[in-house]
């Protein structure tokens, strides 16, 4: 990974156009090849950002200055001109064991996994732990019109949780590969939703899904089973 901190101005150009002007920022750059513009506040989330697969061109304008050019395959791009450097690390992560979720959490995915059909009629499982770039997806799943459908798990449902689903989807939805059925299409499951991280859902088109828990035990527990 390394890092930058920066005097610089960031420009995206893609589905919509936004500009942040000249200002002291952290450039990240990842190993998976991500690229990350972040200021010192507005919690964990990015400024902007550029999934992979994408390719960084490290240039000159015109007076000058140096310019960062990063380009994705769909098309977008993020524009950094570079007024001043303060600072500039790298450092090696080394390979990372992966999210270690918590009992009830890791639990809920697998009952989930083998009854997907509880968070929407026809759904069945492709895979658990489904591999991306930016790290694996709970659940791949495809719903009875054959479109894939991306579910995150959580046990409480949290803007976070949506924003991180949110990110997996765009990536997803770069690969023909799962997209020949149309959008790959999300659901966020929980066993409790906050009110603002289900508005942020619905305004994204992700669909929420609340879980219960004892419910899905019970239908692996013969002795738990309602007749």
């Not at 390394?2 to 450039?27: E, F, I, K, N, S």
């Not at 949506?162 to 939805?173: A, S």
């Not at 590969?177 to 959008?183: H, V």
């Not at 066993?191 to 879980?211: F, H, N, S, Y």
Request: net charge negative.
């Amino acid at each position: 990974m390394r890092l930058v901190v920066a005097r610089c101005q960031v420009d995206y150009a893609g589905r919509l156009t936004a500009h942040l002007p000249m200002a002291t920022r952290v450039l990240m750059l990842k190993a998976d090849g991500s690229v990350l513009v972040h200021s010192d506040g507005g919690s964990y989330k990015p400024l902007n950002w550029m999934s992979p697969p994408c390719t960084l061109r490290v240039g000159e304008t015109e007076d000058g200055r140096v310019e960062w050019l990063v380009e994705a395959k769909s098309g977008d791009s993020l524009r950094i001109i570079v007024e001043e450097v303060h600072s500039d690390t790298s450092h090696d992560l080394g390979v990372d064991p992966g999210l270690v979720k918590d009992g009830v959490e890791k639990h809920l995915q697998e009952l989930l996994a083998e009854h997907p059909a509880t968070l929407a009629d026809g759904l069945t499982l492709v895979r658990r732990e489904f591999p991306t770039a930016i790290g694996p997806v709970d659940l791949m799943c495809r719903a009875d019109d054959g479109a894939s459908v991306a579910v995150e798990v959580k046990r409480r449902g949290e803007i976070d949780g949506v924003e991180q689903l949110t990110r997996y989807l765009e990536l997803l939805n770069r690969d023909p590969a799962l997209t020949r059925k149309g959008p790959v299409r999300g659901i966020f499951a929980a066993q409790e939703i906050k009110p603002q991280a289900r508005v942020l859902a619905t305004d994204r088109g992700i669909g929420c899904a609340v879980v219960d828990y004892d419910a899905l035990r019970g239908m692996d527990d013969p002795s738990q089973r309602l007749f």
